[in-house]
């Protein structure tokens, strides 16, 4: 292309600072360095860990910062010594790497990464380069991506090529939302047929999540929110049975156990809040019970009482569905393109990039599952 080597000025919207809209400015993109790839965006969504970035890490030196990493592009140019992708392969950036190269890539009892943003920690949510520029100053990428800019450069092993008849302005959404969410029912949990299931927290990751228990055969899912509205949007996805905590005057762990014989098999925590993760723990039945951390949160530590684990339940983490991404997310795209996965339900609303506030205002105020932000032509 004829852009390939040359710095690109387009639109993006940054965070300059914690707590305040973002704006939507003049950026240069510089050409991608060794083993890295230049995106041009065409869609993205508002993931909840925007929002965690932008209201909840007082890290100022996580700022300023290009927010936005559930997103599909197509390749603009890659740098020197990446073989895997050319110009104009449809591809998804991912918030996670996968070098294929490292101990735990090799691993097949993971899918975390040496390489990438991660490994350095996650108080700031971003690696320290970057290829944004902006007044002068450097502009993070969170999570090695920054897609809500019209180009990103993002490191080879955290970009998966994708099937080229994929839309990218629906496909976008499996790069974060949906893997997590599914995966971490079918690949984490482990769910199995005929059991029982709670979900907490009815977002695009709750809501994938309850797809994934379906898909894995349960035979009851609890869908638990105090937002009533989210009910009809869990039974598209196969929940069967609906709780909001604030009809009961104990606890919701309590319930469950009450509805269950005991407790649920599996249950998932999709929220990012301490204390949901202590229910969802004791909502388990003992003796076999499984429950997932599935919400992003690092501000607070959980805690339970050690009879609860002594007693036969498990409680384990889930990053990303537990997905080896580079394959998963593709296979992923292929499932619904055959399909065999939902996806266009999540999408409740679609805007462009200059109404990203008005995306963000939606998300915070659970008004929607997932905007769409129409970024670049295709």
């Given at each position: 292309?004829?852009?390939?080597?040359?710095?690109i000025?387009?639109?993006?919207?940054?965070?300059?600072?914690?707590?305040?809209?973002?704006?939507i400015e003049?950026?240069?993109?510089?050409?991608?360095?060794?083993?890295?790839?230049?995106i041009?965006?065409?869609?993205?969504?508002?993931?909840?860990?925007?929002?965690?970035?932008?209201?909840e890490?007082?890290?100022?030196?996580?700022?300023?910062?290009?927010?936005?990493?559930?997103?599909?592009?197509?390749?603009?140019?890659v740098?020197?010594?990446?073989?895997?992708f050319?110009?104009?392969?449809?591809?998804?950036?991912?918030?996670?790497?996968?070098?294929?190269?490292c101990?735990?890539?090799?691993?097949?009892k993971t899918?975390?990464c040496?390489?990438?943003?991660a490994?350095?920690?996650?108080?700031?949510?971003?690696?320290?380069?970057?290829r944004?520029?902006?007044?002068?100053?450097?502009?993070?990428?969170?999570?090695?991506n920054?897609?809500?800019?019209?180009?990103?450069?993002?490191?080879?092993?955290?970009?998966?090529?994708?099937?080229?008849?994929?839309?990218?302005d629906?496909?976008?959404?499996?790069?974060?939302?949906?893997?997590?969410?599914?995966?971490?029912?079918?690949?984490?949990?482990?769910?199995?047929?005929?059991?029982t299931?709670?979900?907490?927290?009815?977002?695009?990751?709750?809501?994938?999540?309850?797809?994934?228990c379906?898909a894995?055969?349960?035979?009851?899912?609890?869908?638990?929110?105090?937002?009533?509205?989210?009910?009809?949007?869990?039974?598209?996805?196969?929940a069967?049975?609906?709780?909001?905590?604030?009809?009961?005057d104990?606890?919701?762990?309590?319930?469950l156990?009450?509805?269950?014989?005991?407790g649920?098999?599996?249950?998932?925590?999709?929220?990012?809040?301490?204390?949901?993760?202590r229910?969802?723990?004791?909502?388990?039945?003992?003796?076999?019970?499984?429950?997932?951390?599935?919400?992003?949160?690092?501000?607070?530590?959980?805690?339970?009482?050690?009879?609860q684990l002594?007693?036969?339940?498990?409680?384990?983490?889930s990053?990303?569905g537990g997905?080896?991404?580079?394959?998963?997310?593709?296979?992923?795209?292929?499932?619904?393109?055959?399909?065999?996965?939902?996806?266009?339900?999540?999408i409740?609303?679609?805007?462009?990039?200059?109404?990203?506030?008005?995306?963000?205002?939606?998300m915070?105020?659970?008004?929607?599952?997932r905007?769409?932000l129409?970024?670049?032509?295709?």
């Amino acid at each position: 292309m004829a852009t390939a080597g040359k710095v690109i000025k387009c639109k993006a919207a940054v965070a300059w600072e914690p707590n305040k809209p973002l704006v939507i400015e003049d950026v240069e993109v510089a050409p991608p360095q060794a083993n890295e790839v230049r995106i041009k965006i065409v869609a993205t969504s508002v993931c909840h860990t925007d929002l965690y970035q932008l209201f909840e890490c007082k890290n100022k030196d996580g700022f300023p910062i290009i927010l936005g990493h559930e997103a599909a592009g197509i390749v603009e140019s890659v740098g020197p010594g990446v073989t895997e992708f050319q110009p104009g392969d449809k591809v998804i950036p991912l918030c996670i790497s996968n070098c294929r190269e490292c101990r735990f890539c090799k691993s097949p009892k993971t899918n975390q990464c040496d390489r990438g943003w991660a490994s350095l920690g996650y108080d700031i949510m971003a690696g320290p380069d970057s290829r944004f520029t902006c007044k002068g100053k450097k502009v993070l990428q969170v999570m090695g991506n920054g897609t809500f800019s019209q180009y990103t450069v993002v490191d080879q092993a955290a970009v998966a090529k994708i099937d080229p008849s994929a839309p990218l302005d629906k496909v976008c959404l499996i790069g974060c939302g949906i893997c997590t969410g599914y995966g971490a029912a079918v690949n984490t949990a482990k769910v199995e047929p005929g059991s029982t299931c709670a979900v907490f927290g009815l977002g695009a990751v709750g809501l994938a999540a309850v797809m994934g228990c379906k898909a894995a055969g349960a035979k009851k899912i609890f869908a638990v929110d105090i937002n009533p509205e989210k009910f009809e949007k869990a039974k598209v996805f196969g929940a069967t049975d609906f709780v909001n905590p604030k009809d009961y005057d104990k606890p919701i762990s309590q319930v469950l156990a009450e509805m269950t014989n005991g407790g649920v098999d599996y249950s998932l925590e999709c929220i990012g809040n301490v204390e949901v993760m202590r229910s969802a723990l004791e909502s388990c039945v003992k003796g076999w019970g499984v429950s997932v951390l599935v919400g992003w949160t690092d501000l607070h530590d959980f805690a339970a009482r050690p009879i609860q684990l002594i007693a036969g339940r498990t409680w384990k983490g889930s990053d990303l569905g537990g997905y080896k991404v580079k394959d998963g997310v593709p296979e992923l795209v292929k499932a619904y393109l055959d399909k065999k996965l939902k996806v266009d339900e999540f999408i409740t609303h679609n805007m462009t990039l200059d109404q990203v506030n008005d995306a963000i205002e939606l998300m915070k105020h659970g008004k929607c599952i997932r905007t769409v932000l129409s970024v670049s032509p295709q």
